[in-house]
């Protein structure tokens, strides 16, 4: 299918579902047209277009129907405002003061909460220079300045390279540039024993951090996970559905920590979904007895699993997530767990 072809589709989903505007390709760039108030003279409406700071490009059909979409609500109800769409033309020099409002206004079109704004869209467009042009060679030298194989660098890389598909900026070798940190390099001395768990659990201090690292570490809980998380009769742990994954069950593994770890009788930490997580881990990790973050017992539990047998469909399902990422991060437990399965099948 033609470019042309794939734009007349996408305003026809936009003429049906009301959104009082359509896209439409204007030399390298993809562009909003809508009946817009004047610039100069509110008084005025009239046929104006929009630039989204797109390239004329399949891969730009998504984002652009997106803000198509976001247009249309605020001509819904009344809320469009021009300075919410000034952005630079494709080719256009581009500031790093306007890289980082569209920074900005990316993000408010994708998200409701400001969590992910200040956890990683924030501190990553921070990292860039006060001033100046802003070039896909900027975002390159930011990423690469980063260490090699590590989060904070594949998040950036990730983060900038949004940015740059939306103001023009060739992407690929920023997202590129980034690759090399997933789940799956975690090592076995990334991860505690459970005496070790249990030891650290006797250094917190306060009940309820010692709550929430009990929940952690017996359910693999994502510590955002534990705000409305009940534990029914049988010791499960119900998660509801306002989480990162919806509702699910997590049973507990080993059964013993459900008392050992007081879970039903200790207070819970005040905070919310939104900031547990941060709160948590500055207490826990950053200036408490964890050498790591909350976040590592649930790559515990997950490969507690796995050694007890509990098969990785069921697991994935326990853990709130596919069977691909549940099967990709742990891969090297399960054929280790596997191939020990096999070994009773022959004498050695």
């Not at 890389?157 to 940190?181: D, F, H, K, M, S």
């Amino acid at each position: 299918m033609s470019l042309d072809a794939a734009l007349g589709e996408l305003n026809a989903r936009l003429k049906a579902g009301g959104h009082r505007c359509s896209i439409e390709q204007r030399k390298a760039s993809l562009v909003l047209r809508a009946t817009l108030v004047d610039r100069d003279d509110p008084s005025i409406q009239r046929r104006q277009r929009i630039t989204m700071g797109l390239p004329a490009s399949y891969a730009s059909l998504p984002d652009a129907e997106r803000q198509a979409i976001e247009l249309g609500h605020q001509l819904r109800t009344g809320t469009f405002s021009w300075s919410h769409w000034d952005a630079p033309e494709v080719g256009d020099t581009l500031s790093v003061d306007a890289f980082r409002e569209a920074g900005r206004r990316l993000y408010e079109q994708r998200f409701k909460t400001e969590t992910s704004w200040d956890k990683k869209w924030r501190p990553a467009l921070n990292k860039l220079p006060p001033s100046g042009p802003m070039t896909e060679a900027v975002a390159l030298r930011i990423v690469r300045s980063l260490r090699e194989g590590t989060a904070g660098r594949r998040d950036t890389a990730n983060i900038l390279a949004q940015v740059c598909r939306a103001t023009g900026i060739p992407p690929e070798n920023v997202q590129a540039a980034g690759r090399g940190y997933t789940s799956a390099s975690l090592t076995p001395r990334d991860i505690p024993t459970d005496k070790e768990i249990e030891r650290l659990y006797r250094l917190i201090k306060l009940p309820h951090w010692r709550w929430l690292y009990g929940m952690c570490a017996t359910y693999g809980l994502r510590p955002h996970e534990a705000v409305e998380a009940e534990i029914d009769p049988e010791g499960n742990c119900v998660i509801s559905d306002d989480t990162k994954t919806g509702n699910r069950i997590a049973w507990p593994v080993p059964q013993r920590w459900v008392e050992r770890f007081e879970l039903g009788g200790l207070p819970r930490p005040p905070q919310g979904k939104d900031t547990i997580a941060k709160v948590a881990n500055d207490y826990l990790h950053d200036r408490g007895p964890l050498p790591w973050g909350l976040y590592t017992l649930r790559h515990a539990y997950a490969i507690r699993l796995i050694t007890k047998g509990i098969p990785a469909d069921i697991g994935c399902q326990l853990m709130g997530h596919s069977l691909e990422i549940h099967t990709r991060t742990y891969r090297r437990w399960l054929q280790a767990e596997k191939l020990t399965a096999l070994r009773s099948n022959f004498r050695l």
